[in-house]
Structures are given as structure tokens and as C-alpha cells.
């Protein structure tokens, strides 16, 4: 199958940088184009034509996927700190915990300002940096050839990352010994273009004289009852001004402009449109993403409003520590069909938005951060807001567990 090598056609390239790490001559590099996604690059003087960068490419060579079989968990994390730094139910953390127990190294995407980039750990002490969702494609740099050498050494390598990066990593291992690597993949809904928040920092650093610092996408605050509110996340901005002042932006999940924009598909990643991982066969062993549809088919499961997880494990290993970790967490089993329903990330991928050219040439253009909003993003609607302010999923669930009084789930 024809690349991205051979035509240059975007959709054929995830960007997952297995071509880059795979070339022992360092012919290939990572460059952005006018949208800012980043595209591999030949210098044909250093290209010996050993044809490894087609050979671990996942779209001219898909890794196995696995689709049957599924086992399906519902549920969130006893620690309530580790709940409450996560984006959902801290599945993830758990585990991490049960997996690495000895020898082991953890892989994950970590971020300061607008910079978000793959690392590790040795210990799980550690994992907050790799906690909470990014929404921004994470630079690769060595961590597959990493992931090789601690294979290699006899280590136990757990790797976390969007489901393209899962299947780059496995196109680079090809034969080397997968037996102590766990595979753990977010459920991935399309990454937006990075162009979009340097114009929110422009903004901010118009306003302020300050870049960003940090970006929190799903912050979860507090409510005056002191419990943590999933359901009205906010995206928590912290900026360094001068004489280390900080300026902390909230924006309600429901108000903010990103979350418009991104869901109308405006500004994601071509081959996102053409995604070939959204799909039921996936390659990870565990799938992790939100518990949508908690409060329709398993609000037993929506505890006190701060988060669950949902965890797909796809192979044998995957369930294996999945089960072993849910002696960490509050939860049950799931009907992985009905799960399913409320995953569109896991049945198909992002519909092609037929105004998202213009949206990119207005991004591209010197129109400001604030026309941008003013002229693409929607404000919410009156029936949303009924939605989630005066009758959302907390009053929901509240109802089902006045009327389901002896068989609420109680937390142990």
C-alpha cells in the first residue's frame, strides 16, 4: 500500500514518528507544515534506500489488530487525590500500579506550556506528570528506541499514548520480545491543530505580558459541597507574569470556545478524518477513556460527580491486569456492547467538517484569537444548558438513587 513517502497525501501520515527513529543514517526529520502538524522530512543526501521507514510505517504496515474477546470495566479509583488529579476515574493509575511492580519503566506524554512530549519514569511515584488529557499531539523523540532497549535489557515497559502512537511503537518493535510490554491507549477522538492555542496565548500574552505556563483542558474544580464536578469541567490556564505573579484563567467547559471548535472538527489532523484505529479491533491490550453514558446504563457508577473510567482490555494480557487492578478501584464489569454505544471513538472515526478549509485559512491568517471565536465558535444553547445546569447527569443520578435506595451502590 502506497504512503505518505510516495504521495505526499496527509491523510496517509499520523504522525506517529516511527520513520524517524527507525532511520540509522537520521535522513528523515519532523516538520510543520502551514497548519502546524508535523510531517516527516527526506534529506535524499543521507538516504541510503534501506526502505526501513516504509517497513515500520503502520499505514503501509498495520500491526495486529485485536477484536474479539473484549472485556469491559466501569468504575473510578479509591484514592480520592489520584481521582481527582485525573481526567476521569484514574483507571490509568491503577493500573500502573499493578503492572509495575518491580523492574519496570512507564511511558507517557507530559506537557509545560504549550509543549507536550513523550518521556518516562522509573518510578510510579512520578506519575502525575503523565495524568490528565493533553488534546495536543505529543513529540515522539527516542521513546520508541527506548522502549526497545529496556525490552531488550529484561525490563517490564508500560506504554501509554493515542491509539497511532501505540501502533507506530508496535511497527518499530517488529521482532523484539513484546512479553513484559503492556500497551495502554486513550480513547482518541482526532488531535487538534496547535495553531489554535498559540493564538490563545497570543491573546493572553496581548492581555497580560505572559506566556502560558500550563494548561489544565479538564480541570475539575470544586463545588460549594467540596465535591469535585466532573460534569462542568473547566480549562484552567496558569500564566507567569512578571516578578513570578500568576495569572490563573478559568474557563467553564460549556462557555469555552476550544471545546466548539474542536468538536465541530474545524482543526484536526487529516488522517483523523481517515482514522483507521477508531474502530472495535484496536491494537493497545487496554483501551482507557471517559464512562459516557454512566448516568443511562450504569449510574450506580457515577459516585460523588468526580470522574469515571471506562477500560477496554482487547487481549488476553490486557484483561489479566485489568482485572488484577480492579481491587483498587470501584466498579463492575460492563456489557462492552453497551459501552459501545456511547464510544463513537471506538466505532468510527471524525466526520469531515466541509467548512474546516476556510476555518484553517482564517487560523493561518493574522485574524486574532478573539475573531476567530467570535466568527466559528457556537455558544451554547439554551436547551445545553438546561442540560447540564438544571437538569444534567448529577440530578439525574440523584433521582436514581432516591428511588433505587436499597440497591445503591455504596462505596466501601
Known amino acids: 500500500m502506497a504512503g505518505y513517502f510516495l504521495d505526499k497525501v496527509k491523510e496517509k501520515c499520523y504522525g506517529c514518528e516511527a520513520c524517524i527513529q527507525i532511520c540509522p543514517r537520521d535522513a528523515l526529520s519532523m516538520k510543520e507544515d502551514d497548519e502546524s502538524f508535523r510531517y516527516p522530512l527526506l534529506d535524499e543526501s543521507l538516504c541510503i534506500g534501506c526502505n526501513l521507514c516504509h517497513k515500520v510505517c503502520p499505514y503501509e504496515n498495520m500491526p495486529e489488530r485485536h477484536g474479539s474477546d473484549k472485556y469491559a470495566f466501569g468504575g473510578y479509583i479509591k484514592d480520592e487525590q489520584i481521582k481527582f488529579e485525573s ?55 527516542k521513546s520508541y528506541q527506548q522502549v526497545k532497549e529496556f ?30 510490554l503492556l500497551t495502554v491507549e486513550v480513547i482518541c477522538e482526532g488531535v487538534p491543530s496547535p495553531l489554535y492555542v498559540r493564538k490563545y496565548e497570543q491573546s493572553l500574552k496581548k492581555k497580560f505580558g505572559a506566556v502560558i505556563q500550563s494548561i489544565d483542558y479538564r480541570y475539575k474544580g470544586c463545588s460549594l459541597l467540596g ?19 500568576r495569572k490563573i484563567i478559568e474557563k467553564d467547559r460549556w462557555f469555552n470556545p476550544f471545546w466548539s471548535v474542536w468538536l465541530k472538527h474545524l482543526m484536526s489532523r487529516p488522517s483523523c478524518y481517515e482514522c483507521p484505529f477508531a474502530t472495535t479491533e484496536r491494537v493497545a491490550d487496554i483501551s482507557l477513556g471517559d464512562l459516557w453514558g454512566v448516568h443511562l446504563y450504569c449510574p450506580e457508577l457515577y459516585g460523588k460527580n468526580g470522574g469515571a473510567s471506562l477500560a477496554v482490555a482487547n487481549t488476553d494480557k490486557g484483561k489479566k491486569i485489568l482485572q488484577a487492578s480492579e481491587s483498587k478501584m470501584y466498579g463492575h464489569e460492563l456489557r462492552f456492547e453497551e459501552a459501545l454505544k456511547y464510544q463513537s471513538p471506538m466505532r468510527k472515526h471524525i466526520d469531515t467538517n466541509p467548512d474546516r478549509k476556510r476555518f484553517m485559512q482564517d487560523l493561518k491568517s493574522l485574524m486574532t484569537y478573539e475573531d476567530i471565536n467570535q466568527k466559528w465558535a457556537d455558544k451554547p444553547s439554551m436547551r445545553l444548558l438546561w442540560q447540564k445546569y438544571i437538569w444534567g447527569n448529577r440530578q439525574k443520578v440523584w433521582l436514581w438513587n432516591l428511588t433505587h435506595r436499597n440497591k445503591k451502590w455504596e462505596d466501601k
Open 227 to 245: 465535591n469535585h464536578k466532573w460534569d462542568f469541567e473547566i480549562m484552567r490556564t496558569t500564566n507567569m507574569m512578571k516578578n513570578n505573579e
Open 151 to 180: 525490552l531488550n535489557d529484561g525490563k517490564k515497559v508500560l506504554f501509554s499514548g493515542t491509539p497511532c502512537q501505540i501502533a507506530g511503537l508496535k511497527a518499530f518493535l517488529r521482532n523484539v520480545n513484546q512479553d513484559h
Open 87 to 141: 481526567t476521569s476515574g484514574g483507571a490509568f493509575s491503577a493500573i500502573v500500579d499493578t503492572f509495575c511492580d518491580e523492574n519496570y519503566v512507564i511511558f507517557g506524554a507530559e506537557s509545560k506550556g504549550l509543549l507536550v512530549w513523550h518521556s518516562y519514569i522509573t518510578d510510579k511515584k512520578d506519575l502525575a506528570k503523565f495524568r490528565k488529557s493533553k488534546y495536543s499531539q505529543s513529540k515522539m523523540g
